[in-house]
């Protein structure tokens, strides 16, 4: 087992290191009607520069919904998931020296992961910001105003960072930048160079299909250690519904795949074989989250010595119990109630 759990481990040793976007996430529960009126494209991310997302913001803030807000990304869920399970986990981030990132990095610090960037001076970009609608049928719709969240420098991951974490986690959204993509690039060669592992996510839907080439800039030359997707995603990427085909295609990427299936689940590989993992019953309300989550919960599980058909277990069992809450995770007691339920 590993010492994550354990309070002597060296206070620099992270079980996993991430890039990703910094988002402060405003999540508002609407009906189809509304996103049809506001022309949002249901059910995936959505760029959108700075004029958009002050008209939206206008419109939102007339029609007085209830908003939520968190700091959100898809790499910063996942690493809040491993510090709630008393994980060291760390984020390469950028944000804005803002009310906006200065409430971002302290809400990191507050859920326990480690941000590894200073706040930037911009004479025009703020921090990110994600407009994520909940319709009736627990689907996420996001748009995407990454404001100073795509502008990298090589000294956001240094060499030290490096030593100190056994994964590098990348979020599939950095193949947006060109800046991240180089970021990540490099960064995964030190990783593997020191006989670290490197992760993946796709993200989303949209990022296969519209920024492939981006992706495989970053999965380059050497396969990921562990890629995880959505159904959805894997058949896009590999461009067939047939999971066999698809797990066999997505083999030539990564040594080890994780595809979950939402209700039903996750499939996958590793080099322990093909598993199949079930999926718990639930009544989702809000799926906001619940990818990142798996992969947090993924990571830590196979951090601490299991199979990756535990693990994959452990992570189909935390996302069930997100998608009845409305928000992008648990509380820190809930998902170690869970935890400490499942190890027994």
């Not at 830590?300 to 998608?323: H, I, P, S, T």
Request: contains cysteine; negative net charge.
């Amino acid at each position: 087992m590993n010492s994550f759990l354990n309070s002597s481990a060296k206070t620099t040793e992270f079980c996993a290191l991430a890039l990703g976007n910094a988002l402060l996430d405003h999540e508002y529960a609407v009906d189809e009607a509304l996103l049809q009126q506001l022309d949002i494209e249901k059910g995936v991310m959505t760029l959108i520069d700075a004029e958009r997302y002050h008209a939206l913001n206008a419109q939102l803030l007339k029609m007085q919904l209830h908003c939520r807000r968190a700091s959100g990304g898809s790499a910063a869920n996942s690493m809040i998931a491993i510090a709630q399970l008393n994980g060291k986990s760390a984020l390469a981030c950028s944000v804005a020296d803002d009310a906006t990132g200065q409430f971002y990095l302290k809400d990191l610090r507050d859920s326990g992961v480690t941000p590894l960037s200073q706040p930037k001076t911009h004479p025009s970009l703020v921090t990110g910001t994600c407009l994520v609608f909940i319709t009736p049928d627990a689907e996420r719709t996001m748009l995407t105003y990454l404001g100073i969240a795509d502008q990298w420098s090589i000294n956001d991951i240094q060499s030290e960072h490096i030593a100190n974490t056994q994964w590098l986690y990348i979020e599939g959204y950095s193949a947006t930048s060109a800046a991240a993509r180089a970021l990540a690039f490099n960064s995964r060669g030190s990783v593997q160079a020191q006989g670290k592992r490197v992760a993946m996510s796709f993200s989303d839907l949209s990022m296969v299909k519209y920024f492939r080439n981006g992706l495989e800039e970053m999965i380059a030359n050497t396969p990921l250690d562990l890629l995880f997707c959505n159904h959805h995603e894997a058949f896009e990427w590999t461009q067939t519904s047939d999971m066999s085909i698809c797990m066999e295609k997505l083999s030539s990427i990564a040594k080890e795949v994780v595809i979950t299936q939402g209700s039903k689940g996750c499939t996958g590989f590793s080099a322990e074989g093909s598993f199949q993992a079930a999926g718990y019953p639930t009544k989702a309300i809000d799926t906001n989250g619940a990818g990142d989550l798996f992969a947090g919960c993924y990571l830590f599980a196979r951090e601490q010595g299991f199979a990756a058909v535990k693990a994959a277990d452990f992570a189909n069992l935390a996302a069930a119990e997100l998608v009845k809450h409305y928000g992008p995770r648990l509380r820190k007691n809930q998902l170690q109630d869970i935890w400490q339920s499942w190890v027994k």
